[in-house]
């Protein structure tokens, strides 16, 4: 069964630095997402992206956070410059045609030191 | 106002018996979606179930049923012959609007199964 991977499945960065964190979405999918969970916190919607462009973002979606589907298959989060507070759970998730489920990814932990 | 409310941090059931975790949602767009997520222990989003606001039958997925009653703006996810297995952290999610888009999650339910 087709399922979005996410690589790496843990990084640990110094404050300060950049992180990239990538997917792989379903390949027939044309909807994109990136969605982060606090420890112990609810799952919170950061960014949206199709048709090459992002189509949707939240308000924790600042300029520190960028998008990118640089090819046909990858699609990358990159925290420019990360904070204590970016340390959390990021999913990667995609939708096909009809978006009426998002088939997550296994996460990225991320923790910052 | 919460756009997704859970109001059951923790529920227990008895193995083989059914449950019922409880959603209600706020909206004012007259097209959106609920969905159910599973996250285990090991920290996985499992999607479990999808319910349309203009799907006039409830939806059903195995086990999972998910009880829709518009008026009331519920979405209860109702899982028959509980097994060990589902115990997890459940989250009720809704998307707003016709074009794909941010879902927003409620707080989320740990399910515990008792032997």
């Known amino acids: 069964e087709p399922e979005v991977t996410q690589t790496p499945s843990h990084q640990v960065t110094q404050m300060g630095q950049e992180v990239i964190l990538r997917c792989v979405p379903i390949?027939?999918?044309?909807?994109f997402y990136w969605y982060r969970q606090i420890l112990g916190q609810k799952v919170e919607f950061l960014v949206s992206?199709?048709?090459?462009?992002?189509?949707?973002k939240s308000e924790i979606f600042d300029d520190q956070f960028s998008v990118e589907r640089p090819d046909g298959s990858n699609f990358t989060l990159k925290i420019r410059s990360t904070k204590l507070e970016d340390s959390a759970m990021y999913f990667c998730?995609?939708?096909?045609?009809?978006?009426?489920?998002?088939?997550f990814g296994p996460g990225t932990r991320l923790l910052v030191l | 106002a919460q756009k997704i409310t859970q109001t059951q941090p923790g529920m227990f059931v008895q193995e083989k018996e059914a449950v019922t975790l409880d959603c209600t949602y706020d909206?004012?767009?007259?097209?959106?979606?609920l969905f159910w997520y599973k996250q285990p222990s090991s920290g996985e989003m499992i999607f479990l179930i999808y319910?349309?606001?203009?799907?006039?039958q409830n939806a059903t997925e195995g086990r999972y049923s998910l009880n829709f009653q518009k008026a009331r703006k519920s979405a209860n996810l109702v899982i028959s012959a509980s097994q060990l297995g589902d115990s997890a952290m459940y989250f009720c999610?809704?998307?707003?609007?016709?074009?794909?888009?941010?879902?927003?999650f409620g707080d989320g339910t740990t399910l515990t199964v008792k032997p």
């Open positions: 992206f199709y048709n090459n462009e992002i189509s949707e």
């Open positions: 390949s027939n999918h044309l909807y």
């Open positions: 998730a995609s939708s096909d045609v009809r978006p009426e489920a998002q088939y």
């Open positions: 319910q349309g606001s203009y799907d006039e």
């Open positions: 909206t004012s767009d007259q097209s959106y979606g």
């Open positions: 999610a809704m998307r707003e609007g016709p074009n794909a888009g941010k879902s927003t």
